[in-house]
């Protein structure tokens, strides 16, 4: 009898919680409420990212020592500091080296990744999965710095490994040329091993979430494991790999290998391994008021890269997934129509 009563007196409370819950949800809130909540992440917002993006655009143009703001002095001033940073040899080595290493580094960062991804992810004991995953991640949690001396060593020029393997004395980070390549290729190299261990991080843990019922069906379907590959794997992971994209292009054009050249930006410049960054870096130590003007100018174009590197990619790569997407249904209707006509002359 105790139980019987105990057990109606759970129900009873129970629904109501969950009436009040209900009522609590379906409440109207005020709507200066939710903007009060998000208030202080959009103070922060505001003065640190806003403001300095809105002064670093004035300083871009008004690099005049007269404080006095004037409309017209200032149109001018946009046109010579742009027109003298384009002309810039450095300038121009970093624009190149940045947006090359942008567009070669994401793909390869990302090809590599999934491959590894994709083979831990078929791993059968989790205990080995915890293994291979931990060794890959282990440079995510190395000192940036630290890999960026190692590959520095590597490189040298007298007594480098890589010299060493090659029997030559090939310069990579003193070549002495503005404009040369050497340079580049220790920085992509070094990039895309920096890169890779969050990539293959967050790629794993994306294909370990996919349902393992959609394969299953697949391989009933007779799917091989390449096409269960493009078409479950891929487009089940497509939010990683936007995230990863966007991340990619940002980090790309921010490619910053100062510790390369011993934290000197102008060794950087001279032999060849300029970004955008160390050339920003290097105008705002030079500490002139052009100085200045020049690197917000760069800052400017940067930003103006990189956003447009974002949509044109990510696009690119939505529609690419949509085409084949779109291919294979197409394939499943010509094979389904094929069956049709074949059922009908036999019958």
Sequence with gaps: MRSYFLKRWIKFQASRIKG???????????????WLMILPALIVVALFTIYPAIITIDRSGNYLEDPRFNINQMVQNFGAVYERVADDVFFQTGMRNSVIYALLSLPLTLIIAILISSAIAHVY?????????????????TNSVAIAMSFAYLFQTSGGIINSILGDQIQWLDSGDAQGFKAFWVILIEGIWRNLAFNVLLFTTSMLSVDKNNYKA?????AGTVKQFFTITMPSI????????????IGGLKVFPLALFNNNPSLANLNGGATMMTYITGKVRAGG?????????????????GLAFTIVLRGGYGRLLRLISWRLEQNVYNKVSAWKKTAKVQN
């Design 20 to 34: 009040q819950s209900q009522l609590i949800l379906d409440k109207p809130v005020s709507f200066w409420i939710p």
């Design 125 to 141: 004991k989790q205990i080995a999965r915890g293994f291979w995953q931990t060794i890959f991640f282990l440079p995510y949690l």
């Design 218 to 222: 697949a391989s009933i379907d007779g």
């Design 238 to 249: 497509q939010k990683t790999t936007n995230l990863l994209i966007t991340l990619g292009i």
């Design 289 to 305: 008021v052009s100085d200045f003007a020049d690197s917000a100018a760069a800052s400017v174009i940067m930003f103006a890269l």
